[in-house]
Each structure stands twice: as structure tokens, then as C-alpha cells.
């Protein structure tokens, strides 16, 4: 395994993660689920990544119970909160008391002392920004959360927070969790360069774009059975991702990777990696053996040759 540094942080955190969003403490069996966690813990990876809605805590019982084998300071534990986690007007948001409520909710799910990396799921527009920073700030005083970071923040929102922090002397966010794969570029006009410049890292989620990059969906021909486009909660998710002209450029994209005699999700995740900005990518996986195949992206390496050809593909 290679470990990267998240943003200016001294944390070192592998460059493939396993995430547990759409699987573990649901679709997947718990035996199944640990046994996946152990296969990547095997390969070197050491950042888990999870969130207190990932199935109403379920994801967060089943990460922690399978990482208990191991010793606490081997893993960097990361999980998030943001969304709904009840019926009541409090409890969702980025609130002191919301954020306050589901740190201590993961500890006792996670069955730790700490999280290595606490997230603000998203941006909350009804809460006051030094209020979520102050909340968390007291939290990695209290030694209850090491470091944090934000998911899907835009660049305003992110250099908005880091503005307060600097001028209130609170804890700086380490990293942003985004969506970006080679079908999904958005962070790459405004987020990326100012993550670059304030020293914040990218923990990138859906690398593969949901398992379109992975090549098993073929224009003209049926979903194979048991993929998320089959799944009534997973397939309106994928949405434009499916579209005939992505499905040929995936195409396309696999002779590429067969003359690097890797496949084409390797290849999918070696593109994100290419990024010095980006310290993981998380891969889903609910069988051992794709953790496996997965991992193997780290060697995959991509000349100067090899980007421009795919982002002639990419922009075709």
C-alpha cells in the first residue's frame, strides 16, 4: 500500500479507502462486510470511511465492530453528520447540539474513544457557520474528534470557513470529501484549486462513478442482475451516469486499459489518483476480491502519454 498525507495535516492515510455507503449494515451480510474490511486491512488500507445515516448507524456498528480486532492507532476511523437521524426539528443539521448529539451517537456505535476524522456531511445554510466550527472545535479539544473535514462544500463555502477560522483562531478543516471520477469533474474548476492553495485534501467518493467505470454496463444490453442500476434506491443515483455516450467513452477506455494490462476500474482509479491533491479514493465492495483487484490501482502507472489520451476520450 502508499499512504498520502491529507492536505497540510501530518496524518497519513492510504491511498485506497473502503467506504461503507450502500452496503454494510444492509444490502451486504455483516460476515460478508467484516470479512471485506479484513481483506483491505490485509492490503495495507488503513482509513475507514462510514457516516451516522449510512443505514440509521447500522454501517457505523458493523465498521467498528470488525476494526475492534485491530489496535485503535493502526486505522484512521472517519464518519460524517449532516442528514436526518430522527423526526424531531433537531435532529439533522450541522447545530452545536445536533453535532454535539451524533459524535457521542458514533462513539457508542463505533464502540471507540475517538474519530480520527469527523465530517460535516454537507454544507447546512440554516446554521451559522462559527456555531458548526466552534461544535467542533470544543470536540478536538475534548480529544473526542482528531481532525475535520466537510463533504461536498463548494469553494465559497470552504473558504468561508476557513476565513473564520483563522480570525476566530479555531481548528482548520483538513479535508473534502467530493464526488469526482473521470465522469464526474466538477471539483476541478473551483474546489481543487483552492484546496491546493489552503492545503486541504480531497478523500474522494464514487471513483468509479456508482460502478459505471467498472465496465460490467454495456449499451444496448440489460443491467446485469444484482448491480445498483437494478436497485430501485441506487439506480436514481446513477442518473445521467448511465448515458449511451458515457457507455462508449467506458468503452473506449477499456483498450486503454487493456494495453496497461490492468481493468478498467483499476485504470478509473490510478486517473483520480493521478491527482497530487487527492490523499485516498473510497471504494465500495461486498466481496473481498474486489477489495482485492481494487488496491492493485496503486501500480497502475500512468504516463504523460496515457492522461492526454483519456482526456481526449473524456471530452469526445
Same mark, same amino acid.
Given at each position: 500500500m502508499k499512504y498520502r498525507r491529507l492536505?497540510?495535516?501530518?496524518?497519513?492515510?492510504?491511498?485506497?479507502g473502503l467506504g461503507s455507503w450502500l452496503t454494510y449494515g444492509g444490502t451486504v451480510q455483516d460476515a460478508v462486510a467484516e470479512s471485506c474490511i479484513d481483506k483491505a486491512y490485509e492490503l495495507g488500507v488503513n482509513f475507514?470511511?462510514?457516516?451516522?445515516?449510512?443505514?440509521?448507524?447500522?454501517?457505523?456498528?458493523?465498521?467498528?465492530?470488525?476494526?475492534?480486532?485491530?489496535?485503535?492507532?493502526?486505522?484512521?476511523?472517519?464518519?460524517?453528520?449532516f442528514w436526518p437521524m430522527g423526526d424531531g426539528p433537531n435532529d439533522r443539521g450541522l447545530s452545536r447540539k445536533? +453535532?454535539?448529539?451524533?459524535?457521542?451517537?458514533?462513539?457508542?456505535?463505533? @464502540?471507540?474513544?475517538?474519530?480520527?476524522?469527523?465530517?460535516?456531511?454537507?454544507? @447546512?445554510?440554516e446554521t451559522p457557520l462559527e456555531e458548526t466550527l466552534r461544535a467542533i472545535d470544543d470536540l478536538i479539544t475534548q480529544g473526542k474528534i482528531l481532525y475535520a473535514g466537510v463533504s461536498e462544500w463548494s469553494a465559497v463555502n470552504i473558504r468561508e470557513a476557513?476565513?473564520?477560522?483563522?480570525?476566530?483562531?479555531? @481548528?482548520?478543516?483538513?479535508?473534502?470529501?467530493?464526488?469526482?471520477s473521470m465522469l464526474q469533474r466538477y471539483i476541478e474548476k473551483d474546489v481543487?484549486?483552492?484546496?491546493?492553495?489552503?492545503? +486541504?485534501?480531497?478523500?474522494?467518493?464514487?471513483?468509479?462513478?456508482?460502478?459505471v467505470l467498472t465496465g460490467k454496463y454495456k449499451k444496448g444490453e440489460p443491467f446485469p442482475a444484482g448491480s445498483r442500476a437494478t436497485d430501485d434506491e441506487t439506480r436514481r443515483l446513477m442518473g445521467r451516469l448511465l448515458k449511451d455516450e458515457n457507455l462508449d467513452k467506458v468503452e473506449r477506455l477499456s483498450r486503454i486499459a487493456q494495453e496497461k494490462d490492468?481493468?478498467?476500474?483499476?485504470?478509473?482509479?490510478?486517473w483520480v489518483l493521478r491527482e497530487p491533491n487527492v490523499a485516498s479514493v473510497i471504494i465500495g465492495?461486498?466481496?473481498?476480491?474486489?477489495?482485492?483487484?481494487?488496491?492493485?490501482? +496503486? @501500480?497502475?502507472?500512468l504516463t504523460a502519454d496515457d492522461i492526454d489520451r483519456i482526456e481526449q476520450i473524456l471530452q469526445g
Open positions: 492536505g497540510n495535516s501530518g496524518l497519513k492515510i492510504s491511498e485506497i475507514f470511511d462510514t457516516a451516522n445515516v449510512y443505514r440509521r448507524g447500522e454501517a457505523e456498528v458493523v465498521v467498528g465492530k470488525a476494526l475492534k480486532k485491530y489496535a485503535r492507532e493502526s486505522y484512521v476511523l472517519a464518519t460524517k453528520a445536533h +453535532i454535539f448529539e451524533q459524535v457521542h451517537a458514533s462513539l457508542r456505535r463505533l @464502540d471507540v474513544e475517538y474519530i480520527d476524522l469527523w465530517q460535516c456531511h454537507r454544507y @447546512d445554510p476557513l476565513h473564520i477560522a483563522e480570525v476566530k483562531n479555531l @481548528d482548520r478543516i483538513i479535508s473534502n470529501q467530493p464526488q469526482y481543487l484549486p483552492l484546496c491546493k492553495r489552503e492545503g +486541504i485534501g480531497q478523500v474522494v467518493w464514487s471513483p468509479l462513478a456508482q460502478g490492468c481493468t478498467i476500474a483499476q485504470l478509473a482509479l490510478a465492495a461486498s466481496r473481498p476480491d474486489q477489495v482485492e483487484e481494487n488496491v492493485k490501482a +496503486i @501500480d497502475v502507472e
